[in-house]
């Protein structure tokens, strides 16, 4: 007994954030799906009604389509040029510790002001990419583009991110298994192929689940640059729940829309979940 009330006075300030940060909010959003609330008046329950409204509402499957396709675009790419990226930095190269600070420090940056340089980097008339080409591009307000380019700004900041994991699982698989595939006559890219990517699965379910979460609930670089615009191209459900929330006063609604997400996420991260649970190994017995 002794024991087990000293466990539990130990962990009590981090169930304390637990529940006050993470299953307290939970339970307040699912409440307000079924009230109705304009952020100042008076709170009135209107059973499903809100869930109706956003499930039948098409900006909502919009951004939805949105989202599926802005995390579509991002975390292939990010974990593609992560896993280069520290194969690269595996080797020990000259500088290569300076490169590795160098990669994560747009990722340790706050997002807003991420985006806010390149609004000004990416800007059709005195941006510093239309002047290098000549000409204005309207990057951010063409429907083809604003979602690419929102895209490729969002891999920049992660990539770094991305890479230290990559890094870390690499450099932690063991020598001697490298060193007995190149007795074996295994080439690099071999060694590559058949020990370093299996034994990576761990690191990639990790990104994998990470980088989908994360692009899901990207925010404040939509808000800097696009706005959710042109078109609602780039109108990300982040994007959506806050405008429902703080531009329409529907709080219900922007409520509905954070639980859709998160039902979604789930079972998007169970579905992986289960297909890397029976292809990782975390030894090598």
């Known amino acids: 007994m002794r024991n087990a009330v000293t466990g539990y006075a130990l962990l009590a300030p981090s169930l304390f954030g637990v529940v006050t940060f993470l299953l307290l909010p939970m339970l307040v959003v ?7 609330w304009d952020l100042l008046g008076p709170i009135r329950f ?20 949105a989202t599926a396709a802005f995390i579509a675009l991002v975390v292939p790419l990010q974990t ?3 896993l280069f990226a520290a194969t690269m930095l595996a080797r020990n190269l000259p500088r290569s510790g300076a490169l590795r600070t160098l990669y994560v420090l747009p990722w340790i940056c706050s997002p807003l002001a991420i985006a806010v340089l390149w609004k000004w980097i990416l800007a059709p008339t005195d941006g510093a990419v239309s002047t290098v080409l000549g000409r204005p591009v309207e990057w951010l307000t063409d429907p083809t583009l ?23 699982g690499i450099l932690a698989i063991p020598r001697d298994v490298q060193n007995a595939a190149r007795l074996d006559g295994a080439t690099s890219w071999q060694r590559f192929r058949y020990v370093t990517l299996p034994m990576l699965r761990p690191t990639f379910f990790f990104v994998l689940v990470t980088g989908i979460i994360s692009a899901a ?3 404040d670089t939509v808000y800097a640059l696009t706005g959710g615009g042109p078109e609602g191209r ?14 329409a006063a529907a709080v219900g609604r922007a409520a509905v829309m954070a639980v859709v997400l998160f039902a979604v996420l789930l079972g998007v991260t169970l579905v992986q979940h289960v297909y890397f649970r029976r292809r990782i190994t975390y030894d090598l017995v």
């Open 217 to 219: 609930q990207v925010f």
């Open 234 to 247: 780039t109108d990300l459900v982040a994007h959506r729940i806050y405008a429902e929330a703080f531009g």
């Open 46 to 65: 209107v059973g499903l009604d809100n869930w109706r409204s956003v499930l039948t509402d098409a900006t909502f499957g919009t951004s939805m389509v």
């Open 80 to 82: 593609v040029l992560g």
């Open 30 to 36: 699912l409440w307000l799906s079924v009230h109705s």
């Open 146 to 168: 604003a979602l690419p380019v929102v895209s490729a700004v969002t891999v920049w900041t992660n990539v770094g991110y991305v890479t230290l994991f990559f890094l870390a």
